[in-house]
């Protein structure tokens, strides 16, 4: 089964500080990870994916599988960075011969940058 | 381009009652994708479709939750009766492909239809 945990439901920081948002899977399988973020009256959208290593917003994310975890970082927030932000594990599963992917979202954060 | 369109944006029904809701995905995508968002949870996938076929549903509740998505474009989800524990945001999301990791599998979402049910 697939699960995501993000243990922390709410989390302030001040500008300018770093900012780390805790993401830990479960999956048996080769992990596929992400993070999602929806901005206040915006439609939910893709930050980031662990394939990519890639840096947006300033925010980077490493996959550790030892640890199981995916956490987002940034070294300094900005207030523009206060949203809902989601860790999400995409995972194959297969029906009728077809492979397709399947993700499960964690229950989010909220980040709240304070000027 | 145009997005993922969904409506309606609200609606507000009494428990019993039936409800549909729309989606239209973003033109070319062969996936769509229904979740169901409860307040302070993250979207769960209730059904995935690639073209007018389903090939995920283990989460639909089959006895009040139907989706179709005829022609391969536009769906709908239905409830029939509703209870009070389907007040939720419905989201719709549709990508080129059903696969993950690929840039085809990037999940572009609708803006969602928020269901009251008293």
């Known amino acids: 089964a697939q699960r995501v945990t993000q243990p922390e439901k709410l989390l302030s920081v001040f500008k300018g500080a770093p900012v780390e948002l805790k993401c830990n899977y479960s999956?048996?399988?080769?992990?596929?990870l992400f993070w999602y973020v929806q901005y206040s009256r915006q439609r939910l959208q893709l930050l980031l994916r662990?394939?990519s290593r890639e840096s947006i917003k300033g925010f980077t994310a490493d996959l550790n599988k030892g640890e199981t975890s995916f956490h987002l970082k940034k070294p300094f927030a900005q207030e523009e960075d206060s949203a809902m932000y989601y860790c999400?594990?995409?995972?194959?599963?297969?029906?009728?011969?077809?492979?397709?992917?399947?993700?499960?979202f964690g229950q989010g954060t909220i980040l709240t940058v304070h000027p | 381009e145009a997005g993922v369109a969904q409506s309606p944006r609200y609606k507000i029904i009494e428990k019993r009652q039936s409800v549909a809701f729309w989606c239209n995905p973003i033109?070319?995508?062969?996936?769509l994708y229904w979740y169901q968002q409860i307040l302070g949870q993250g979207p769960k996938l209730l059904i995935q479709?690639?073209?007018?076929?389903?090939?995920?549903d283990s989460q639909l509740p089959k006895d009040r939750f139907s989706a179709e998505r005829l022609k391969g474009v536009d769906s709908t989800l239905k409830i029939q009766p509703a209870k009070l524990e389907d007040s939720a945001v419905y989201l719709c999301?549709?990508?080129?492909?059903?696969?993950?990791?690929?840039?085809?599998?990037?999940?572009?979402f609708g803006p969602g239809t928020r269901l009251t049910v008293l």
């Open positions: 999956y048996s399988g080769s992990p596929e």
């Open positions: 479709f690639q073209n007018n076929g389903v090939v995920d």
């Open positions: 033109s070319g995508h062969a996936t």
């Open positions: 999301a549709s990508s080129l492909y059903p696969v993950i990791a690929g840039p085809g599998g990037k999940q572009f």
């Open positions: 999400a594990l995409g995972g194959s599963a297969n029906a009728g011969g077809t492979s397709y992917g399947k993700l499960t």
């Open positions: 662990h394939i």
